[in-house]
């Protein structure tokens, strides 16, 4: 299966700030890349995704960009909110997760 | 209308027994996934059907096995349970296999005592 890797494992940013959080894939034929949200205590919930066939998607404050030679895709989060403090996991196609990203946005 | 959902919320039980977690989509979706979140928080895929046909089975012991009565369910049975089984046990579905999202269900926290 795809082998998926995150990084960094926790990131601790000041409020407005902007967060980045980056994953490298192995396979070089994946085609989407998706990344989730975990509050505390909640289900993981999709945020924001991109197929291969784009650089970048945006979605507000949040973005994800693909860089398919160098296999990986990294998630965007500016003007960081305390709200925005959870385990953002990135995952491969293969609906295997990254091992998770620790967000705490300080007020 | 829950679109994914699991039973029981919270499960406590004793070492040694067997119980079993369902798991019901009414999203229409062919695909149905089984993961556990250990405390750590890493969310690690157990298995997947597609079609009711079992197409990810990974490393994982044998007292663990999935039944897919039909796309809209998708059951997990624990024989002989472990310290070590103790975690949150999430069921998800999505569209198609792969390549589309997923919909998690609230999670069951399974303690083993």
């Known amino acids: 299966g795809e082998n998926v890797e995150q990084h960094p494992s926790t990131l601790s940013v000041q409020e407005g700030d902007s967060a980045v959080i980056k994953c490298t894939y192995s396979?070089?034929?994946?085609?989407?890349f998706p990344w989730y949200k975990q509050e505390l205590g909640k289900r993981p919930q999709l945020i924001i995704d991109i197929r291969s066939n784009v650089g970048e998607k945006k979605d507000q404050r949040i973005a994800v960009t693909l860089n398919k030679t160098a296999k990986h895709f990294s998630l965007h989060i500016t003007e960081t909110q305390p709200e925005d403090s959870a385990v953002y996991f990135c995952a491969g196609d293969d609906m295997r997760f990254g091992a998770g990203t620790r967000l705490t946005v300080k007020p | 209308d829950t679109a994914v959902s699991q039973t029981p919320k919270y499960l406590v039980t004793q070492m040694g027994n067997d119980k079993s977690i369902k798991c019901e989509q009414n999203?229409?979706?062919?695909?149905m996934y089984w993961y556990k979140q250990d405390s750590k928080k890493f969310l690690k895929i157990m298995f997947s059907?597609?079609?009711?046909?079992?197409?990810i089975n990974e490393t994982v012991p044998n007292r663990f096995s999935p039944k897919s009565p039909d796309k809209a369910h998708l059951n997990l049975h624990i024989n002989s349970l472990e310290l070590g089984d103790s975690a949150v046990y999430f069921c998800?579905?999505?569209?198609?296999?792969?390549?589309?999202?997923?919909?998690f269900g609230q999670g069951t926290r399974l303690t083993v005592v």
């Open positions: 998800a579905s999505s569209q198609l296999w792969g390549n589309t999202e997923a919909f």
């Open positions: 059907y597609n079609n009711k046909e079992l197409i």
């Open positions: 999203l229409g979706h062919d695909t």
């Open positions: 396979d070089s034929a994946s085609n989407y």
